[in-house]
């Protein structure tokens, strides 16, 4: 098995979306190929067909890849749960939570032999690897224990490829401080250059790409443009960056206010209304920010007891109380689900210190937090009669606190969430709820009527085509202004 490694000079450099389109143009040039990172520390993640959970990076590469997403392509996920401390997750299940300094001391090697026993496994598989650095390799105060960047390289015998941010400024000081950091046998792994996100006139950037590669006599494989290519991100500093509407009542009537948490995960739920005509989103961080929406949506979050904690002490729970009595649409996901209940039940400490927190009190529902996390993909039918699909990650079991409208009738015999009578306020644990494009138009049109707003007719094109068509276009753009004969050169 060859391998192909994209490092880059920091977070949020493109890395995932790099390794995206190599995973696309490699499957479309007849090569088995799978992505691997071996610990990744997101808190998007995705849910394998049998139940795992790794990075959703990795799952999205996969499906770039034309190939079934498994917990060997990444063995290990950190999800930070605050204080220093984050749930780790070993071949996709909860193995512990522990504190940075405990994991990097006492767990780190601990963990080597699942990494290596997925990349046997992978190898037996495929024909290509393609691995996702994390951060900078150059992180000198973090090197002796990195299992994510040059040590992976080492292990895979992997062609690293450096990825910078030029929209950043100092594309040529992080590249070049980057090289300088690393030791000569990790700088030698060092195989090309890319420099991502540009903006501009090519011609102006020739001398400077020039004075890099006789430098640092490394070639610089390409200079991407910028591309707002719709594939799920996983770094939460792309929520500064996400294409979010800015919602202006001429162009969108509909204004959807998010509660960024603290503690907010898989933020990608919300991706899909940004193409919804009429509907304007924003990330809302405190009580200034909220205003009137028409809708509030409360998304998932890693600890739903220190994030209602802090909806509390910001003035935003009173609001989005108000709010719901003034008429706002309100819809929860996951532990913003939770939040809208009466209750949540803390008597083992899992959220937090324990006890009983009184919440929003939207809904008729206690929740009640145990050991056991429920990760599974699902499928089932709405009351209204639509086919839905998407995937849970809870550890909090919610109950009716009285006879209340169920949301989805499951498949496997569940059901799912609850709806008020006047369908105002709907809470569900199914991720991805959005990503159902038939069921969003029909949500977003009975606002329409309500608000006197002509309906949206028409078919609705399915979230998997989307993809697909994301895929491919992200495989055009990178190729194009991708030097792929040295690429090849590399693993053949």
């Known amino acids: 098995m060859k391998a192909l490694m994209i490092q880059g000079t920091a977070s949020d450099v493109g890395k995932s979306v790099i390794c995206t389109a190599l995973c696309r143009i490699l499957a479309n040039d007849g090569y088995r190929v799978a992505p691997f990172k071996s610990q990744n ?36 996920l950190l999800k930070p749960k605050g204080d220093m401390i984050s749930e780790v997750i070993v071949h996709g299940k909860h193995f512990a939570n522990i504190d940075a300094v405990t994991y990097r001391e006492q767990f780190v090697e601990m963990l080597m032999p699942k990494v290596r026993e997925s990349l046997t496994r992978l190898s037996a598989s495929y024909d290509v690897l393609v691995l996702e650095g994390a951060g900078s390799p150059a992180e000198i105060n973090l090197k002796q224990r990195d299992i994510a960047n040059m040590r992976m390289a080492h292990e895979t015998d992997a062609a690293v490829i450096l990825v910078a941010d030029i929209e950043r400024g100092g594309v040529f000081a992080s590249l070049v401080g980057t090289l300088m950091l690393l030791d000569d046998e990790e700088r030698a792994r060092v195989k090309g250059i890319i420099i991502n996100k540009f903006r501009g006139m090519k011609e102006l950037l020739d001398s400077g790409v020039k004075w890099l590669e006789d430098y640092t006599n490394i070639p610089v494989l390409g200079v991407i443009p910028y591309i707002d290519v719709q594939i799920e991100a996983e770094d939460s500093m792309a929520l500064s960056s996400l294409r979010l509407k800015k919602p202006q009542s001429e162009e969108f009537p509909i204004d959807v206010a998010v509660i960024c948490f603290p503690r907010i995960s898989n933020f990608t739920d ?35 007891v220190e994030d209602y904690e802090w909806l509390e002490k910001t003035g935003l729970a009173k609001a ?50 145990v050991p056991e996390k429920q990760t599974i993909q699902v499928s089932g039918q709405l ?15 919610t109950r009716a606190l009285q006879l209340i409208k169920p949301f989805i009738q499951l498949h496997d015999g569940r059901t799912d969430g609850v709806r008020s009578d006047d369908d105002r306020i709907i809470g569900t644990y199914l991720h991805g709820i959005f990503h159902n494009r038939q069921f969003t138009r029909n949500y977003f049109n009975t606002i329409r009527l309500e608000m006197g707003l002509a309906v949206i007719d028409g078919e609705v094109q399915a979230e998997e ?14 190729r194009q202004h991708l030097n792929m004969e040295i690429i090849y050169s590399f693993i053949t």
Not at 465 to 478: I, N, W
């Open 270 to 304: 919300i991706d899909p209304l940004m193409d919804e005509p009429q509907v304007g989103v924003r990330f809302v961080k405190s009580l200034a920010e909220l205003k009137e929406p028409t809708v509030i949506i409360l998304p998932g979050t890693k600890n739903t």
């Open 320 to 369: 989005i109380h108000h709010s719901a009595q003034k008429g706002s649409y309100i819809f929860g996901i996951c532990g913003g689900y939770q939040m809208l209940g009466e209750t949540l039940i803390d008597e083992q400490a899992i959220e937090g210190t324990g006890g009983l927190t009184k919440t929003l009190g939207l809904l008729p529902l206690e929740t009640v937090f």
């Open 383 to 397: 009351t209204t009669g639509e086919e839905v699909s998407g995937y849970e990650i809870h550890l909090g079991r």
């Open 41 to 76: 520390m997101a808190l998007n993640s995705y849910i394998t067909e049998d139940g795992g959970e790794i990075g959703r990076a990795q799952g999205v590469q996969a499906e770039a890849a034309r190939t079934i997403a498994t917990t060997d392509m990444n063995p290990v």
């Open 465 to 478: 085509e989307r993809r697909e068509q994301a895929y491919d276009m992200l495989d055009r753009h990178v």
